[in-house]
């Protein structure tokens, strides 16, 4: 079992629509959980992160954070072309000392 | 301009020939790390630096080898490179180890090892 798990899509919304990003992790004593965004051929681009139990919101995104089900979300309301991307979790263990991420999941917005 | 730079952004060599990639950051953290990135698996943790002179094993560091001489400097060495060394890497830096809310990635350097 991968310890950080994404669905690789690639997931297709239309533009303006709510795009849902999911990913699941193995280790309980994580604490730290991150959203990247990356454009092809480019850097990681961090966009959001939470580390306590529920939601936290920054502009169009929200990261929804669930430790009892080890579950962190990503939701991008009024989905925009420049949106379309892939999107990585991550996770670290206790101090942020290693960071595991997911294999990333591939979003594309439809004008 | 904050940065974190790489070098060669993009090389192609062949098996066992000696290589370095550098990494650089202007930003004064102390925190860096490195991380390769294939299709279909993410980003893989190599090695990571919780200061000068500090650096412990990720989850891949076989066949890898980098050192901290100084703050801003931390390359990545292959002393033999192999073909499934073949990837894009990342160098990243953080204000602090263990605050990684504001992790900052380099531009990416393509290896191709023949």
């Known amino acids: 079992q991968k310890e950080v798990e994404q669905n690789s899509g690639p997931l297709s919304v239309p533009e303006g629509a709510i795009a849902s990003l999911n990913c699941t992790y193995s280790?309980?004593?994580?604490?730290?959980f991150f959203w990247y965004r990356q454009y092809s051929g480019k850097s990681p681009e961090l966009i959001m992160f939470?580390?306590?139990?529920g939601d936290k919101e920054d502009g169009r995104f929200t990261a929804q954070l669930n430790k009892a089900s080890q579950y962190v979300s990503l939701l991008i309301r009024d989905s925009q072309p420049s949106d379309s991307a892939t999107y990585l979790c991550?996770?670290?263990?206790?101090?942020?000392?290693?960071?595991?991420f997911g294999a990333g999941t591939r979003l594309f917005v439809k004008a | 301009e904050a940065q974190v730079t790489q070098n060669p952004r993009y090389l192609i060599t062949v098996t066992g020939k000696k290589l370095t990639v550098t990494c650089s950051q202007n930003?004064?953290?102390?925190?860096m790390s490195w991380y390769r990135q294939d299709p279909g698996l993410g980003l893989r943790q190599i090695y990571y630096?919780?200061?000068?002179?500090?650096?412990d094993k990720g989850d891949v560091p076989e066949g890898y080898k980098v050192s901290r001489k100084e703050k801003r400097n931390f390359p990545l060495i292959l002393e033999s490179p192999s073909p499934n060394q073949t990837s894009l890497y990342f160098c990243?830096?953080?204000?602090?180890?263990?605050?990684?809310?504001?992790?900052?990635f380099g531009p990416g350097t393509r290896l191709t090892v023949l």
């Open positions: 990243a830096s953080t204000p602090l180890a263990g605050k990684t809310d504001t992790q900052y």
């Open positions: 280790d309980r004593g994580s604490q730290s």
């Open positions: 939470i580390y306590s139990n």
């Open positions: 991550a996770v670290s263990h206790g101090g942020g000392f290693k960071t595991i």
């Open positions: 930003m004064n953290h102390e925190y």
């Open positions: 630096s919780m200061n000068v002179e500090v650096t």
